[in-house]
């Protein structure tokens, strides 16, 4: 049976396989795909050389935004030539799944969402991944955080940036995260996307609601959060409220990569639920 995991972000594929998911190779196969604008996938752009910046970005959205990340989920699937897919989607990864089952809700299996990113509402209802970040940095770095997540938020200047200028933006917050969320074992990652982490804001833009998109996804969905994350436990439940066939557990000591640091807890949890399918 075939499996496809759809990572997280920004932009960074993982090592493949995933440890927490090798006792379960034998009975599925699990599909690993770097999401276009990151790791070997096509980069279509470096520098925009218009000063039109709506259709700037336009064309952003359109060739990496949120709709075309969702339709190469199903460009997939008839690759694979499965009616139905089971995905697992990790952070980033879990939103981009769960709009997926929103749009293609017959073509689900089952859906395994692991720390889902809390992108479902904007505003944000609760603290976002980089406020949460700050808070956590020693006081003495906070204000250069501050001004890195100036540089960063600076969408009057985007289309003066290249694609080699958003990598290192990413990998700067990078450098922050692994600061506050030490991970001994965070897989290893290709280099990160640039401008498709910026296409997923526009896409997005500062005011959406999916949440009453996900109701009408029947498909069984399994919610994974894991108990020191960042996250916040209500954030990742969040998801599995939505869901009308959802089922929500907790993985015990470990953060935002659940499947790395505890992959036997893991392993089993999933492998229970799919064996329920």
């Not at 994350?229 to 990569?257: C, G, K, M, W």
Request: aromatic share 12%.
């Amino acid at each position: 049976r075939n499996v496809l995991i759809v990572h997280g972000g920004p932009g960074m594929p993982y090592r493949q396989p995933w440890s927490g998911l090798q006792d379960l190779s034998s009975s599925y196969r699990f599909n690993y795909y770097d999401q276009r604008g990151c790791g070997k996938s096509t980069r279509p752009f470096d520098r925009f050389t218009s000063n039109n910046m709506y259709e700037n970005m336009t064309t952003l959205d359109r060739t990496l935004g949120l709709g075309a990340q969702v339709a190469d989920i199903e460009r997939i699937r008839r690759i694979l030539g499965e009616e139905k897919l089971i995905i697992i989607g990790h952070s980033w990864g879990g939103f981009l799944a769960s709009l997926y089952a929103a749009e293609f809700p017959e073509h689900v299996e089952a859906l395994i969402l692991v720390s889902p990113a809390t992108m479902l509402v904007m505003p944000q209802q609760e603290a976002d991944l980089f406020a949460s970040t700050r808070e956590r940095l020693p006081q003495s770095e906070q204000a250069g955080f501050d001004a890195f997540m100036k540089d960063y938020m600076d969408f009057g200047s985007l289309f003066k940036r290249s694609e080699a200028d958003l990598v290192a933006l990413n990998t700067r917050f990078g450098e922050y995260y692994a600061e506050v969320m030490p991970l001994n074992d965070l897989p290893a990652q290709g280099e990160p996307g640039g401008w498709m982490t910026w296409a997923g804001y526009v896409s997005m833009g500062q005011k959406h609601d999916y949440r009453e998109a996900l109701r009408g996804v029947t498909a069984p969905v399994l919610v994974l959060h894991g108990s020191n994350d960042l996250q916040s436990e209500a954030a990742s439940r969040q998801y599995s409220d939505l869901f009308p066939n959802a089922q929500f557990a907790v993985i015990n000591d470990a953060t935002h990569f659940s499947f790395e640091e505890q992959p036997l807890q893991f392993s089993n949890v999933v492998s229970q639920f799919l064996a329920g399918q």
